[in-house]
Nanobody
């Protein structure tokens, strides 16, 4: 499966953005989807994940209550809705996929999108 992340941009603190992760090559419904982010000079970190049928979602404590992950398998697309953005949310955001249950560890994901930059100004 190939993943394409999009929707990043520049936003003021307190604003919102919605990222998309579109799959091609294979149907998205086969995969657990996770979002990760990497800020300059920092390691890539888990943001959240969603099960194949969207029954379950999982979030890092740093984004819980502000970010929401969803998916539309009919459109082969997953989403990361980011509200109440903070400057510390500035990072390149990546979507990733795996065929088994969700896992917050980076090396558990086989497929990655190219990343989309999110910049939050104060």
């Amino acid at each position: 499966v190939q993943l394409q992340a999009s929707g990043g941009g520049l936003v003021q603190a307190g604003g919102s953005l919605r990222l998309s992760c579109t799959a091609s090559g294979r149907t998205l419904s086969m995969y657990t989807i996770a979002w990760f982010r990497q800020a300059p000079g920092k390691e890539r970190e888990f943001v959240g994940g969603i099960s194949r049928t969207a029954i379950s979602t999982y979030y890092a404590d740093s984004v819980k209550g502000r970010f929401t992950i969803s998916r539309d398998n009919a459109k082969n697309t997953a989403y990361l809705q980011m509200n109440s953005l903070k400057p510390e949310d500035t990072a390149v955001y990546y979507c990733a996929a795996r065929t088994t249950a969700w896992n917050p560890r980076i090396n558990e994901y086989n497929y990655w999108g190219q990343g989309t930059q999110v910049t939050v100004s104060s």
